[in-house]
């Protein structure tokens, strides 16, 4: 039992370390509702993507490239919102649903392409998804020639600035992700399947389970939540651009490795990925709110990866021990 | 003849080739001395820290720490250029550059063998927390204004040819320094007992162990002469550019790794060879080289490299594929 739950348990210290840190050091600015609101605002972009990498990881792949599809998803979006339609109509419920449905599209297609390199043509996930990273991108930067599409219309916008009974709409959208996933992945066959294929790939195809079939849905999951990331990332910038969020990407592996993810797969819960992004996101508000370089944060969540890691070899190894005295 | 034929090198060469000759037809300015040593100068970064990924790639790891490394290298022999100048010469600052990133190095590996973290976890928690660290303390500006001496070097030319306009080119320094690394590399890996040791690691870990190498050691090297490439990759970027910007280098990690795994580099470890990282190198090189000369809109560079990666990964995944099917038949029949 105590294996089982050592890395939420040291997640959930961690995440109370970080709010009486933080709110010690703000005072009552933390803790007020305006700075939770606001974070609220800016966890969904990393989360959602977040979930994008970690159902990939947990195959013991990876997706290097869901910021690429993200971002031709997301310019896809802007380019039906600005310039397919005179800028009255643009506005309407239809335009908006015929915009979400082109992303979605978009990104499945980005996500099925990755899911034939990886599933059928057996490339391995790292270099299948660098490849398309890089294609993909490419073809972002064509589209837009690197310009900025800006400009989206105003009910577009409500998608990632407005808030409904006071919780902002990216939360919500992240929190129907995050639930959609978990039940994915511990309530249908297909989850079980997901992880099996992560621990053991020869045990699942002879237990019956159609190994490629698996895999290929699981990239095309990975390339739907990036699509659906991209509605929210494009809203709140209020444009779409071939390179935004590429910082994101390595902050997806890690924010998902610190909420336990295996990075050899097999292993790893919705619920303790949002816990590290919670975490995540209060150190940086924090930071923030006193005034610190974003830099910073970017250290100081590396070396709260590395010390959670740490924490948790120590522990498994200090269970192990004891299991063998 | 089969023994070529089963090489990953000689695939990628003959892609070297067909692209060559594509483009010089279309462009004949490619195949000329001047455009090869241009080549040779303005990608020996690439190339250096080409090296220095080969050999963690062989060993089983990744490093994506390695441009966050030159970062703090590059920054760092920046501010002592600016200030103390004169009194440093060119080994001195490949010296500096190069302790330093051993020392980062070093930190990688002590995490990565003492907390059994996986290296892709670690070093991208290094790169995070040496970029941020440096992009703090340096507060992001650029630095400029080096030396003359500094200056001179960058375009010193081992020999000076001239073209018909009188405008002069040659072998740079830069490119012979380089190419002493990849023949270091070249003997490491394939003349002394360390080199054959990192490939016996990357094969399979467990049993290296019980045959008696030591893994720290190698775990410590490996990373180590990564950092080690980084610095002095981070001396070459500041010859090069004679400017050095905290964020110019970071970002760029998949494209060396995406070079190194052209060159048949595995990422499970085990296999690559110095040949072909520097062919996979050129090819990348002439890749964008020739889309230039053959006037391709340079928004395509992306979509073509991107596709040649796609298309190369895709055929050592098949040609792995036949070889399992044939050893099977013969371990049958």
Partial sequence: ?325 | MKNILSRHETYVFIAVLIFSIIITMINPSFFTLENLFDLLRSYSLMGTFAIGMLFVLISGGIDISFTAIATVTGYTIAVLLLHNGEQLNIVLVFLIAGIIGVALGMINAVIIHFFKIPSIITTIATLNIYYGLLTVASQGKWLYGFPTWFADFATARIFTLYTADQVPYGLSVITVIWFALIVIGWFILRYTVLGRSIYAMGGNVASAQRAGFNIFGLTVFVYSFMGLMAGFGSVIQALLVQTVAPNSLVGKELDVIAAVVLGGASLTGGTGSMLGTLLGVALIAIMGNGLTLMHVPAVWYKVVIGFVILVSVAFSAYRSKISVQKRVIVETS
Avoid at chain 1, 235 to 243: Q, V, Y
């Fill in chain 1, 1 to 325: 039992m105590l294996r089982r739950f050592s890395h939420l348990s040291v997640l959930l210290v961690f995440m109370v370390i970080v709010i009486a840190l933080m709110g010690l050091l703000n005072g009552k600015n933390f803790l007020s509702i305006g700075n939770f609101q606001s974070m609220a605002y800016q966890m969904p972009e990393l989360g959602i993507l977040t979930l994008a990498m970690m159902i990939t990881m947990l195959t013991s792949g990876i997706n290097l490239s869901i910021i690429a599809s993200a971002n031709l998803a997301g310019i896809m979006m802007a380019m039906v919102l600005t310039r397919a339609f005179p800028p009255e109509s643009a506005n309407s419920f239809g335009v908006i649903l015929l915009a979400m449905l082109v992303g979605l599209l978009t990104s499945a297609v980005i996500g099925a392409l990755n899911g034939v390199l990886i599933a059928y043509l057996d490339i391995s996930p790292i270099l299948a998804t660098l490849g398309t990273m890089i294609m993909i991108s490419g073809f972002a930067v064509v589209l837009t020639e690197g310009y900025v599409i800006s400009g989206l219309p105003e009910n577009w916008r409500i998608i990632g600035n407005n808030a409904v009974l006071g919780i902002p709409i990216p939360i919500i959208i992240f929190a129907a992700c995050a639930g959609f996933m978990a039940l994915l992945l511990n309530r249908t066959p297909f989850g079980k399947q997901v992880y099996l294929i992560g621990s053991n790939p020869t045990a699942c195809t002879f237990s019956g389970v159609n190994n490629r079939a698996v895999l290929f849905y699981t990239y095309m999951i990975s390339g739907i939540f990036s699509g659906i990331a991209s509605m929210v990332m494009i809203s709140r910038f209020n444009s779409a651009k071939a390179d935004y969020g590429e910082s994101y990407l390595l902050l997806t592996i890690l924010s998902a490795v610190l909420g336990g993810v295996d990075a050899a797969g097999g292993f790893g819960k919705v619920s303790g990925v949002v816990v590290s992004l919670i975490i995540l996101q209060m150190i940086s508000s924090g930071l923030n709110l006193l005034g610190i370089s974003n830099f910073f944060t970017l250290a100081l969540w590396g070396i709260v990866l590395i010390l959670v890691m740490v924490i948790k070899y120590l522990i498994d190894s200090y269970v192990q021990k004891r299991q063998l005295a």
